[in-house]
């Protein structure tokens, strides 16, 4: 099993293009190193499901572009709900190196991203890009609330999108040591928001 990513659009707004932003997230996982067994969830909703995220989680009542997910790698447990059992006779649980890690959730919201477009990265299409490659930052440990962190994660936003957002179909600049950077830092607790671009940074992440 390698790298898996699960492309969901919940919104009929906009359109959302699943192949096109799954095959981006494949490609800036791995120029992140990110290899074996993982799982990366991408969802496009609509404002009020944004709203109601940045509102249980960060506290603020509006919508906002994007927020991230870190997932924590302790392996779920099994069975059914609500007991967890009944797995059966014969059954021997995984050991947990065996499991896929769960690197967590990139949730965006197209029409925020819309709005946002003119005035931040462009085009729609930019503009998602943006997003996504920001959203799957931060569940490898990126930030933005010092600027020194902010200037390095807009400096790794801007090297992952002209390889593999803005470089023409099917050609993608090469990659030196310096681009590919260092191991992922592990994933932080909570969601994490957006570039400092956009909207204030909620806790957990948002842009």
């Given at each position: 099993m390698a790298v898996?990513?699960?492309?969901?659009?919940?919104?009929?707004?906009?359109?959302?293009?699943?192949?096109?932003?799954?095959?981006?997230?494949?490609?800036?996982?791995?120029?992140?190193?990110?290899?074996g067994d993982a799982e990366l969830s991408v969802l496009f909703v609509d404002e009020q499901a944004m709203t109601d995220l940045n509102r249980r989680f960060n506290s603020k009542h509006a919508p906002t572009d994007v927020l991230a997910f870190p997932i924590d790698e302790e392996p779920s447990q099994g069975g059914r709900s609500p007991d967890s059992g009944g797995t059966g006779p014969g059954y021997t649980p995984p050991e947990p190196s065996e499991l896929p890690t769960l690197l967590g959730d990139v949730v965006i919201c197209p029409s925020v991203a819309s709005r946002n477009a003119p005035e931040h990265a462009g085009t729609y299409d930019d503009e998602i890009?943006?997003?996504?490659?920001?959203?799957?930052?931060?569940?490898?440990?990126?930030?933005?609330?010092?600027?020194?962190?902010?200037?390095?994660?807009?400096?790794?936003?801007?090297?992952?999108?002209?390889?593999?957002?803005?470089?023409p179909a099917g050609e993608t600049t090469p990659t030196s040591a310096a681009d590919e950077g260092d191991a992922p830092a592990d994933p932080s607790d909570g969601p994490a928001t957006a570039s400092p671009a956009a909207a204030p940074d909620p806790e957990p992440g948002s842009r």
């Open positions: 898996e990513v699960f492309v969901a659009d919940e919104q009929s707004q906009y359109p959302v293009e699943h192949l096109r932003w799954l095959h981006l997230a494949e490609q800036v996982l791995a120029a992140e190193g990110v290899r890009a943006l997003l996504l490659v920001h959203g799957i930052l931060h569940l490898m440990g990126m930030d933005h609330h010092e600027d020194t962190e902010a200037t390095a994660m807009e400096a790794r936003e801007q090297v992952l999108l002209a390889k593999f957002h803005r470089a």
